[in-house]
Each structure stands twice: as structure tokens, then as C-alpha cells.
């Protein structure tokens, strides 16, 4: 499986970006996929994560500001963030939990807030 992520670059706060991630390969049903990021010197976290069945799992702090989608026909996720800020910026990587297979992850995305 290979992830192609995009989207993501250099916003104002209270803006908004879109990041998506095609998935390619073979992929099962049962799927799950997300997004976590990573600041500098911090852990990588769960932004937000979609089944393919649509069962949604958001972080607190992006609650209500993100919003993750899929096209399954399209093995394509979407994370629409509104409202953005510096907090929010990190690196984004996206991801795929494949049954019986292991995560796959997506190069990573910038996002940088800015004041």
C-alpha cells in the first residue's frame, strides 16, 4: 500500500487548509484512516481518524475546527481544518490501518500557522 498525501503550506490563523491522502495498493475493508501530526521536540498524536464504514474519532483539541472524510470508491481521505491556529502546526502524516497488514503512512505535510 502507498499513501500519497497533499495539501497542507502557510496559513494566518483563523484560516483554513485541506489535506488529502490516496491510498494505492491493496486494501481491504475493515479500514481505518487518519491523520496524526507532530510539532517540533513534541510526540506525534491522533489528529483524526476515519473507518471506512464512517465511524470518525477526533482529538480534543481539533474537535469541532476538523473535519475528516473519505470517497472509499476513491481510497482518498480528507481533513478540512478551519479555523486554524499557531497550535495547530506541525508536520501532518497521514495513514492507513489495513487489516492484517501493517500501517502505512504517508510522507509528510506542513502545516504552518502563523500569527
Known amino acids: 500500500v502507498q499513501l500519497q498525501a497533499s495539501g497542507g503550506g502557510l496559513v494566518q490563523a483563523g484560516g483554513s487548509l485541506r489535506l488529502s491522502c490516496a491510498a494505492s495498493g491493496i486494501i481491504y475493508g475493515n479500514n481505518v484512516m487518519g491523520w496524526y501530526r507532530q510539532a517540533p521536540g513534541e510526540q506525534r498524536e491522533l489528529v483524526a481518524s476515519m473507518s471506512n464504514g464512517g465511524t470518525t474519532t477526533y482529538a480534543a483539541s481539533v474537535k469541532g475546527r476538523f473535519t475528516i472524510s473519505r470517497d472509499n470508491a476513491k481510497n482518498t481521505a480528507y481533513l478540512q481544518m478551519n479555523s486554524l491556529k499557531v497550535e495547530d502546526t506541525a508536520v501532518y502524516y497521514c495513514?492507513?490501518?489495513?487489516?492484517?497488514?501493517?500501517?502505512?503512512w504517508g510522507q509528510g505535510t506542513q502545516v504552518t500557522v502563523s500569527s
Open positions: 495513514y492507513l490501518n489495513n487489516p492484517f497488514m501493517a500501517r502505512a
